[in-house]
C-alpha cells in the first residue's frame, strides 16, 4: 500500500523559515518512474502547486515562490522535505505531498499526475 | 506563464451529466488530470492523461481533451459526487504544473 504522510509545525511565526517532511512508504524514491509533489491550499482557496522532486535529484519549483523554496530527499529515509523561508500570514494553506506518477519513452518523460497523496498537514502563520 | 480557467461551479440534479470545463491556450496538446477534492479531505486523482481512470474510479467518470478546451464529464452523478473538481496540466515550456481555480460541483 502507497502512502505519503506529511509532518511539521503547526504554527510559525512571521519571517521564519518552515520546514515539512512527507514521509513515503509502498514504494521507493530511487524510483525513476515516481517523483514526490508538494501542493498547498490556503483556506477556500485553490490548490497551488510548489515544487517536485525525482529519483535523479532532478527539481523544479513554483515560479512565484522560487526564491523562497528548497526541496530535497533522503532516499535512505524515504522523506522528501520543503523549506520555505520568509514566512508570512498568507502562506497560511494545508500543505500537501503527492506522488508523481510518469512513464518514460525514448528518454522523455510522460506525467500521469498525482496519483497519491497525504492527508495533509496544517500551518499557520502567525505572532 | 500557463493558466487553466475553470468555471466557479457547476449544478447538476441527481441522474443527470454534469460537464466540468477548464480552458487554456492549446491545450490539447498537453496532457489534463483531473482531481475530485471533498470537504476537509485530500485531492483524489479521477482522470489523468485526458481520459484515463485510475484503478476504483467509477466508467461515470470521463474526460476529453481538444483544441483549447478539456472536460470533465460525469454520468448519472450522484449525491456523492458532490465535490470541488480541478484540473491540472504540466506546462512543459516553463517547467512547473499549473493547477485551474476549481469547480465547486453542486447535486441539487
Known amino acids: 500500500q502507497v502512502t505519503l504522510k506529511e509532518s511539521g509545525p503547526v504554527l510559525v511565526k512571521p519571517t521564519e523559515t518552515l520546514t515539512l517532511t512527507c514521509t513515503v512508504s509502498g514504494f521507493s ?99 | 506563464s500557463y493558466v487553466l480557467t475553470q468555471p466557479p461551479s457547476v449544478s447538476v440534479a441527481p441522474g443527470k451529466t ?13 496532457s489534463v488530470h483531473w482531481y475530485q477534492q471533498k470537504p476537509g479531505q485530500a485531492p483524489v486523482l479521477v482522470i489523468y492523461y485526458d481520459s484515463d481512470r485510475p484503478s476504483g474510479i467509477p466508467e461515470r467518470f470521463s474526460g476529453s481533451n481538444s483544441g483549447n478546451t478539456a472536460t470533465l464529464t460525469i454520468s448519472r452523478v450522484e449525491a456523492g459526487d458532490e465535490a470541488d473538481y480541478y484540473c491540472q496540466v504540466w506546462d512543459s515550456s516553463s517547467d512547473y504544473w499549473v493547477f485551474g481555480g476549481g469547480t465547486k460541483l453542486t447535486v441539487l
Open chain 1, 29 to 127: 524514491l530511487s524510483n525513476a518512474r515516481m517523483g514526490v509533489s508538494w501542493i498547498r491550499q490556503p483556506p477556500g482557496k485553490a490548490l497551488e502547486w510548489l515544487a517536485h522532486i525525482f529519483s535523479n535529484d532532478e527539481k523544479s519549483y513554483s515560479t512565484s515562490l522560487k526564491s523562497r523554496l528548497t526541496i530535497s530527499k533522503d532516499t535512505s529515509k524515504s522523506q522528501v522535505v520543503l523549506t520555505m523561508t520568509n514566512m508570512d500570514p498568507v502562506d497560511t494553506a494545508t500543505y500537501y505531498c503527492a506522488r508523481i506518477a510518469v512513464d518514460i519513452v525514448a528518454g522523455i518523460r510522460y506525467y500521469y499526475g498525482m496519483d497519491v497523496w497525504g492527508q495533509g498537514t496544517t500551518v499557520t502563520v502567525s505572532s
Open chain 2, 18 to 30: 454534469a460537464r466540468i470545463t477548464c480552458g487554456g491556450n492549446n491545450i490539447g496538446s498537453k
